[in-house]
């Protein structure tokens, strides 16, 4: 666990295994794992993120839950390739659209995190944090 692969904001108020869920439903959009195509094994994730194993069970629970994800008898786990989870994909990229553009407003923030799925949220601000310490790293970097 010296070396993750990604990396996850673990000293703020996001909670790590929404962002751990968030990351891997980002990965499957992505076309990371293909049709066909098992996801890392628990222990794998866990090293690759450097996380506990329970945050790690945490994350698949709420991937199975969202039906981002299924599980097979074996206990793999499989991207769900459905019109329903292209619906949701298009739905969240709609909602991530919105949300850059208006995160500065924090009451249009507030009405918009209301109505919408906690992971999107965390996932969302996880997103907006890690832009910040890029810029933040670029500044320190050209100084």
Not at 34 to 63: H, N, W
Not at 73 to 87: D, H, K, M, N, Q
Not at 101 to 113: K, T, V
């Amino acid at each position: 666990m010296e070396n993750p692969k990604y990396h996850l904001f673990k000293d703020t108020e996001l909670l790590i295994w929404a962002q751990l869920a968030d990351h891997i439903s980002t990965r499957i959009e992505q076309c990371e794992f293909s049709f066909g195509d098992s996801l890392p094994s628990k222990k794998m994730l866990a090293s690759e993120y450097a996380v506990s194993p329970t945050t790690v069970r945490r994350a698949i629970a709420d991937l199975l839950r969202r039906n981002v994800v299924t599980r097979t008898p074996g206990g793999r786990l499989f991207p769900v390739i459905t019109g329903e989870a292209e619906s949701m994909k298009l739905t969240r990229r709609w909602w991530r659209k919105l949300a850059w553009q208006i995160h500065d407003n924090p009451d249009a923030m507030d009405s918009l995190e209301l109505y919408s799925p906690r992971a999107w949220v965390h996932g969302f601000r996880a997103d907006v944090r890690r832009k910040a310490m890029a810029e933040e790293h670029q500044a320190g970097a050209t100084a």
